[in-house]
């Protein structure tokens, strides 16, 4: 029979309910798009700026065997179904044949303009092979015998073509039915990650079923008969989403409709492999579709249809530079979702891009200071990683900081925080003293300070590499810092961003540092000072020689040292030798630096901040500094500054073994003229001046504002009380008519401010000594008094009012020829008799000589009582020994009150001559 009588036939044995409507084609062309079961496909037309119209078509007078559905969980009553014998055969037989290729179609029956029944030929014309037919002699669809007229003679040629399948024991007409007719479809997997190991990595045949859009997909796998739902690694396409008001209505993301037909139209139902790279944190597989004519993650790339994602490009096997050179292309070329695509692009002079320097200081767990070839020395930051933080340890300790398990005192977060310790030693170890080659990513600009973070200056972010090793990388990989997250339009990042993410990705899977499972052992670092220093001094010096850490340089000669195995930091100043002090806080102010104090510390930073030392103490100071020698390499540090003359020689050193080399190396800089000694000429005969013989006297007005504990008093002179009481109140108009805001102030320690003293609630010029949470404590410079207060209650000093303007009127004095007892009971008796003699009368003040403090003579001015001789009078106090002999008439006349003292019994004379014995007992230590 021929074909157009087929096709006559097949019209005239077509279903004949209403006429369909005169818009409907009777016939057409168009490509398969989908093939929805062994009888019914899905064709579309030819793209015209846009994707394609498309139509449902049924093949006519035929049923194929049903698919398995799975359950729909938004429709009641829904339940899963298996495939009826052969259903999968039958859709693979026509998927095989016609998918992806132009058909004409004929149609016999049409309900609506985009489904209808008809006659499916394979081809350009009704001359092409006739799908029907196809499937009923293949003997995967059965002929519907129902209202048909017994003379069509297309519907009993297929009549024909069935009895002939039947016979022959073809599709679903075989006997005994084969295995494997009915698939044994696996809808949901249990465990992904599992799923995904069990293949190795190997690609895997598979059939592409639905895609969702350009970058999500489900295929069907024909050898496990498994349906798995997966995105694609490493990119995202733009997305459709469903409308929150009405859910069966799709929101298109700009170029999502052309992004799921560019890969409709090259996958969708075609053979092709896919590669199971990974799962994402929702549980999706995470996977790579090839294809014979290439990659589709790169396609979509290249064609400006997806962007590449940071958290799953690490899972890509083939590479994920691959993907950023295809995704740059695409923005170069600025098409679709890059065509409004604008580069941020950094100035960065070539010379600073690129350059090589020498690791002076391992500044924190991300970041280092670089000594350049030229001497100036460049902070520079790992590019996109951070340090640890305590909420990134995936095993938290069961005692923290956070529950009360820190050491008391102000917390450090290199000691505190696990792994940060363990971040920063491995930069240590691998880079101090080291030559490195930094090529710099981008700069991160400066951000301000908000209540919330506080500010940074601009950052220069780079790659760091050291013998061939991205040390960033190396840090990642060891789980001891994080990756920093950047938005996606952020192009600054490291240029080796990916293989950050991979290492990362790498340490996770095996547990390392930060993923441990393991609980971090705690760690308790001491600093001590005070009586804890005198208590380790006789261990230290048992211990000879022992190893250290310089965690920091104050000074050109004084260290902050790191115990690693005793876990104690303690304060280390240089023996033998005397450096340049640097700049610092004093009573009037900030005092300047002495000459050399700068390179002294600079010199001593670039040799030990950081290094391994090995350290010998032999004393303790007064403030709990351990006193001793340091080592570097085997070179003694304190000879260093002496050779390159940055410190003299101490008298102290004479008593070392180690005098002799630190004499020569000072002399070696005294002839050579350097630094310290650069001006240094030989030392002439010295004039022997003789000592004046007559005190000096030359008094000046004073009202004493302060008497102290240790009987020291503060004085302000009378003849700068006007300018004091006029910058007083224009101060306080100023305050007041501009009030400060309370908290905004952040006190700092050393700082100036205004604060309100509590007894009068007025404000006055202070300087903070200490900061303990929200109470300050302040010392009032202009009236020598001290308190605590809470911190609204003071402010910025405004700058007119500041120390240049006036300098601190309160000036600390101590007696002179006046020893002050020890006992705290007899001190205090002394302390009451002094206020006594102090009121609010005025003074004559005359300095007699200088040791620390300035030691004077103080006079009522009216009455010329000498408070000093006072005190001695009634026994409260005792004569201080001195040797001057201007000083000789003065000391006679106290000596011989305190002698009237003695024989009266007075106060501290009540039990007899407490100098008889030095009796420490009664409150008495012998002067010096």
Sequence with gaps: ??????????????????????????????????????????????????????????????????????????????????????????????RKRIIGKEIYFVVDYAPSNDRCYGTVYLGTSIEGENLTELQVSEGLAEVRKVNVRSDNVAHNHLIELEEQAKVNGKGKWAQPTPEGAVRNVTWNIENPRNFVDSFHGEAIPAVIETVRDGSMMRASLPNTHHQIQFILSGIKCPMIRRDPEDPKKEVF???????????????????????????????????????????????????????????????????????????????????????????????????????????????????????????????????SIRPPRYDDVVCKPTQSKHEGGATKGKGRALYDVPYLLEAREFLRKKLIGKKVQVCVDYIKPASSETDVVGGFPERTCATITA???????????????????????????????DSLLAAEQRASKTGKGLYSKKEPVPRHVTDVTGDSAKNL???????????????????????????????????????????????????????????????????????????????????????????????????????????RGLSRLHFTAERSSYYKQLQAAEEGARNS???????????????????????????????????????????????????????????????????????????????????????????????????DGERVHVHYIDFGNKEIIQAARIAALPADYNTHVLLPQASEYALALVQAPEDIDSLGDAFDTMCSLVGTQQFL?????????????????????????????????????????????????????????????????????????????FGFKKSS
Aim: aromatic residues 8%.
């Design 537 to 643: 001094l006789p261990f230290l010096q048992r211990a000879n020689k022992f190893e250290a850490i310089v965690e920091y340089v104050f000074s050109g000669s004084r260290l902050k040292l790191f115990l690693q195995k005793e876990s104690r930091l303690i304060t280390f100043l240089l023996a033998g030798i005397e450096c340049p002090r640097g700049a610092r806080n004093g009573p009037q102010g900030v005092m300047s630096g002495d000459p050399f104090s700068e390179e002294a510390l600079a010199f001593t930073k670039e040799y030990c901040m950081n290094r391994d030392v090995k350290v010998q103490v032999e004393s303790l100071d007064k403030a709990g500094s351990f006193i001793g020698w340091l080592w570097i390499d085997d070179s003694n540090l304190s000879e260093m500054l002496l050779d």
């Design 673 to 771: 003229l350097i630094n310290m000694w650069e001006n240094y000429e030989e030392p002439k005969e010295k004039v022997v001046v003789e000592e004046p013989v007559e005190r000096k006297a030359n008094f000046r007005n004073v009202f004493v504002t302060e008497v102290t504990q240790q009987l020291h008093v503060y004085c302000q002179f009378a003849d700068n009380g006007p300018k004091l009481d006029q910058l007083m109140e224009q101060m306080r108009t100023s305050l007041a008519s501009d009030p400060p805001l309370p908290g905004s102030y952040k006190a700092r320690r050393g700082d100036f401010c205004a604060a309100k003293f509590t007894m009068d609630d007025m404000w006055y010029r202070a300087r903070i000594e200490k900061v």
């Design 253 to 383: 993301e700009p170029y999502a409709a052309e992004a799921k037909f560019f890969v409709e139209s090259r996958l969708l139902q075609r053979d092709v492999k896919i590669v199971l790279e990974g799962v994402s944190n929702q549980n999706l597989l995470l996977a790579t579709v090839l294809h014979p004519n290439g990659n589709i993650t790169e396609l979509l790339l290249r064609d400006g249809f997806a962007r590449c994602v940071d958290w799953s490009i690490t899972s890509y096997t083939q590479g994920p530079e691959k993907l950023r050179s295809f995704e740059k292309q695409a923005k170069e070329r600025n098409v679709r979702i890059w065509k409004d695509y604008v580069p941020k692009v950094q100035d960065i002079d070539p010379k600073e891009k690129n350059f090589h320097g020498k690791v002076i200081q391992i500044l924190y767990a991300d970041s280092i200071a670089v000594k350049l070839p030229n001497d100036i020395i460049k902070t520079i930051h790992l590019s």
């Design 467 to 497: 013998g061939g090793i991205n040390i960033a990388e190396a840090l990642v990989s060891k789980g001891l810092v994080k990756v920093v997250r950047h938005r996606q339009d952020d192009d600054s990042r490291s240029a080796h961003y």
């Design 1 to 94: 029979m021929s074909t157009q009588a087929a096709t006559q036939a097949a019209a005239a044995a077509a279903p004949a309910p209403t006429p369909p409507p005169a818009s409907v084609l009777k016939q057409g062309r168009g490509v398969v798009k989908l093939v929805l079961s062994g009888d019914s496909i899905i064709i579309r037309g030819q793209p015209k700026g846009g994707p394609p119209p498309e139509k449902q078509i049924s093949l006519s007078n035929i049923t194929a065997p049903r698919l398995a559905r799975r359950a729909n969980p938004n429709i009641e009553g829904s339940v899963e179904t298996n495939d009826e014998p052969c259903a999968w055969e039958s859709r693979e037989n026509l």
């Design 845 to 921: 003040v005359n300095t007699e000589y200088k040791d620390t403090y300035d030691h004077v003579t103080l006079l009522n001015k009216d009455t010329k009582q000498d408070v000093g001789k006072s005190l001695i009078t009634d026994g409260v106090c005792t004569v201080a020994k001195r040797g001057e002999k201007r000083l000789g008439k003065l000391l006679s006349e106290y000596n011989k009150e305190q002698d009237k003292a003695k024989k009266a019994h007075l106060n501290l004379w009540r039990y007899g001559d407490i100098t008889a014995d030095d009796a420490t007992e």
